[in-house]
């Protein structure tokens, strides 16, 4: 399965699990930046990353 580089708001909501108007909202404060290709809005894929920030490692039985 390829991994798509840029997605649509919509398709960003959907893999987000938020509302399509949650990621215009971030849109607008700066805080996704997007890349207009004629028509089209695209997030790029790092965008969406780099939001989430890092993910923790999981702990494996550390304090028992």
Not at 27 to 45: C, E, F, M, N, W
Not at 55 to 60: A, G, L
Request: glycine share 10%; charged share 20%.
């Amino acid at each position: 399965m390829n991994t798509p580089i840029a997605l649509s708001p919509l398709e960003a909501a959907e893999s987000l699990g938020v509302s399509r108007s949650t990621i215009y909202r971030l849109i607008d404060s700066g805080r996704l930046r997007i890349v207009k290709i004629g028509r089209r809005t695209l997030i790029p894929a790092s965008q969406l990353l780099e939001l989430l920030g890092p993910v923790p490692e999981p702990h494996h039985g550390a304090g028992k």
